[in-house]
Structures are given as structure tokens and as C-alpha cells.
């Protein structure tokens, strides 16, 4: 367990400040991970460039207009829904003509829609560390990337909660309607607004007392040169993308990284 000294001070709360040690190698990467127990609550994602905000796709432009009803006098609901909501609405009732086995709970669709390519206010999440750290590996290798750990204290009940009027953000855990899900270890974070970023708040002294630090949201960096070795050394440990994605499409994106990872890699050693 990690003492509450070995987290950054935040100098406002809420900014985003980056965890002290760089992920350079997989043995050390997973050295610090592991003072995120996922058996606590933990959560990661990996994303590919350090700079990109934790933002849901329905939050991101072209998809984001505002996270407004559509008469804002009334309150928000299924029949009066901000936009990206009246979009996933709009999609769902075309998605029946392709589906029989659409799920009938608004939060287990909303997944579903994400799951297959709706911008959605669902961020992508999950309780593997090594899973995160592959994503966040996984390209762009000119720039740094960043795996982010999340300790969500809100978890969405499906069977009370209301989507469209939903506030804040917390933890959504669904059925595993796909392997994916399964083998990914798969969470996601819901938006009130989808254009509000991720951000970090303090913990509560009882948190704090369980050497879970001072902040529920931390940030580590993984510099542009350690992209490459990492990703190499997960493949080693068999953390692949056919592992990840446990399907033919999983296994042809091994075929193809492959050869994209040994350009990157030549290309690195001929411009050092």
C-alpha cells in the first residue's frame, strides 16, 4: 500500500497534476499500478496521448452541442433529452430493426450504443492495470501517453437511477453482453454533462486512513521512448490485443500491429 506522502500535492483541487515517477519499463509500471488496488475500487485507462482531457466521446466536438434539455423549461427526460441523449434515443429505436437481443435497461443500452460506436457520455474504463497500459501504448508513439487511476465513490443503481436526469459522474458496471467486456475487465464512467471533464476531489478522512492517498483521480505519465519498450514487454507477458479483443478481429489486429510496431521500431533505431 502506497503512504499518502508519495502522491503530488495538488495546488488546486480539481487540477490535474501528474503522479512523481514516469512509467519508463513494465516492472516498474507495475510496480507503482499495484498501489491502486483494483480490489478496492481502483479503476484505469490508458489513452495514448497525456494531453487528451478524460472526456466521453458525446463530449468531444463535432458530437457535443450542450447538455441542455430540449425545453428547458421542463426537466429533463426520454421524451424531452439533451441532444446526445436524443441522439443515442434516435439510434435505439433504429438499432431494434438490427437487434433482437437489444437490452431493455437504459444504462445496459447506452453501453450497447458505445460498445458499438455511438458517441455516448460513457468513458471507457477498466479493473486491469496491465489492460490500460497496453491502450495507452498501443500508438502515437511521438508523444507521451498516460494511464489514469479512478476511484469512483458513486456506482450507478440500473434499476433506480434515471438516465436523463442523471448529475455528477459515477461508475457503471453492465452484464458482459460481449467477450470484449469480459476479457477487458470492462467499467465506464457516466457523464451528467459530457462536455465536463474528469477531475480530481479529495478523499474523505475514512479513505484517506486506508492509504488510498489524497486524490481520487491519479495521472501517470509514460514518456514518447518508453511507448515502444512497454508495449513490447506486455506482448512478452502475453497482455495482446488478441487477448484483449478475443475474436477474429482481435486476432488480425495482432497480424497487422505486428508489422506496424517493427516499423516503429526501425524507424526509432534510424533516428535515435
Not at 491502486?36 to 466521446?57: A, N, V, Y
Not at 434515443?89 to 444504462?107: C, I, K, M, Q, V
Not at 470484449?180 to 471533464?197: C, E, N, S, T
Request: proline share 8%; hydrophobic share 40%; glycine share 6%.
Amino acid at each position: 500500500m502506497i503512504g499518502q506522502t508519495e502522491f503530488v500535492p495538488l495546488k488546486l483541487l480539481g487540477e490535474m497534476q501528474p503522479y512523481p515517477t514516469q512509467l519508463i519499463t513494465l516492472p516498474q509500471a507495475i510496480e507503482i499500478l499495484l498501489r491502486f488496488p483494483q480490489k478496492l475500487g481502483w479503476l484505469f485507462r490508458g489513452q495514448e496521448d497525456s494531453s487528451w482531457e478524460l472526456l466521453p466521446k458525446a463530449g468531444r466536438k463535432p458530437f457535443y452541442r450542450h447538455a441542455r434539455p430540449v425545453d428547458e423549461q421542463r426537466p429533463a427526460s426520454r421524451r424531452n433529452p439533451p441532444p446526445d441523449l436524443g441522439r443515442f434515443n434516435h439510434w435505439r429505436e433504429l438499432a431494434a430493426g438490427y437487434s433482437s437481443t437489444l437490452p431493455a435497461s437504459d444504462f445496459d443500452c447506452l453501453a450497447y450504443a458505445q460498445h458499438y460506436g455511438l458517441p455516448t457520455r460513457l468513458l471507457d474504463w477498466t479493473a486491469n492495470a496491465l489492460a490500460a497500459l497496453f491502450f495507452a501504448c498501443e500508438g502515437h508513439f511521438d508523444v507521451a501517453g498516460a494511464v489514469y487511476a479512478y476511484f469512483p465513490r458513486r456506482y450507478i443503481d440500473r434499476d433506480t437511477c434515471d438516465l436523463y436526469s442523471f448529475s455528477g459522474n459515477a461508475c457503471l458496471r453492465v452484464p458482459p453482453f460481449d467477450r470484449r467486456i469480459l476479457a477487458q475487465h470492462a467499467a465506464f464512467v457516466l457523464f451528467g454533462d459530457p462536455a465536463q471533464a474528469l477531475s480530481p476531489s479529495q478523499f474523505e478522512d475514512e479513505l484517506k486512513e486506508m492509504n488510498c492517498g489524497e486524490m481520487d483521480l491519479i495521472k501517470c505519465v509514460i514518456p514518447a521512448p518508453a511507448k515502444l519498450i512497454i508495449h513490447r514487454q506486455l506482448e512478452d507477458v502475453g497482455m495482446t490485443r488478441r487477448t484483449l479483443f478475443p475474436d477474429l478481429d482481435g486476432l488480425s489486429r495482432d497480424f497487422v500491429t505486428e508489422a506496424l510496431y517493427l516499423e516503429a521500431f526501425n524507424a526509432r533505431d534510424k533516428n535515435p
